[in-house]
């Protein structure tokens, strides 16, 4: 059975700090593996990796996977208030781009 | 952009009833998908579909059914409304498995 896990499942910062959320999966057939930032409504899209050691960058947030130990990472560098939010982690198997996600990751960020 | 609309934000029922809740999609997508969120649960897929009339079931189908007449229309029904069904349902579209989903804002459900 397909799996993915995130980790911690939460974590309290401070205002500069930086940060390291953790996605380990299990599964066959994979694709791609996607990161997304949930505040209070919809999901919004942050990364797609595909190719292993890669880094994908948008600002203060980068993230890799690493297709040999079955994981990825997401970095928030010099963190703010506004960065605070569950961030999901999914992967897509199959042509059909069904997802399956992680439980999420509730980061806090502090003034 | 794209742009998901789900057709309420807040929605009570009662136990029993038969709830329709309405996605559409402006990008021309052929994928659409249910999901619920619980707490401690994360997003649980309920069901998908790939084209027009065509659907599959998801993780968790049991007491929900769907319909999709229209490319940029998908419907989830709730058959008879219970309790355990009082979630936050999301839904997405999204094009081949190289591009990622988006999501509309969400149906916050109380079953009472």
């Known amino acids: 059975e397909d799996k993915v896990v995130q980790s911690p499942l939460s974590l309290v910062v401070h205002e500069g700090d930086t940060v390291t959320l953790n996605c380990s999966y299990e599964?066959?057939?994979?694709?791609?593996l996607l990161w997304y930032k949930q505040e209070k409504k919809a999901p919004t899209f942050l990364f797609m990796l595909t190719s292993s050691g890669i880094e994908k960058k948008s600002g203060r947030l980068s993230s890799i996977l690493d297709k040999k130990e079955l994981f990825s990472i997401l970095n928030i560098t010099a963190t703010q208030t506004g960065d605070s939010a569950v961030y999901l982690c999914?992967?897509?198997?199959?042509?059909?781009?069904?997802?399956?996600f992680g439980k999420g990751i509730t980061l806090s960020v502090r003034p | 952009d794209v742009k998901v609309t789900q057709s309420s934000r807040y929605l009570v029922k009662r136990t029993g009833e038969k709830v329709f809740l309405e996605c559409v999609q402006d990008m021309d997508h052929e994928n659409m998908f249910w999901y619920r969120q619980d707490p401690g649960l994360g997003l649980r897929l309920i069901y998908f579909s790939y084209d027009v009339k065509m659907k599959e079931k998801g993780d968790i189908p049991e007491g929900y059914s769907v319909s999709r007449e229209k490319k940029e229309r998908f419907s989830l029904i709730l058959e008879c409304a219970s309790t355990n069904q009082t979630s936050m349902y999301l839904c997405?579209?999204?094009?081949?498995?190289?591009?990622?989903?988006?999501f509309g804002d969400g149906t916050r459900l109380s079953i009472l």
């Open positions: 999914a992967f897509v198997t199959g042509a059909n781009s069904k997802l399956t």
């Open positions: 599964v066959t057939n994979f694709r791609s």
């Open positions: 997405a579209t999204g094009g081949d498995s190289n591009q990622p989903q988006h």
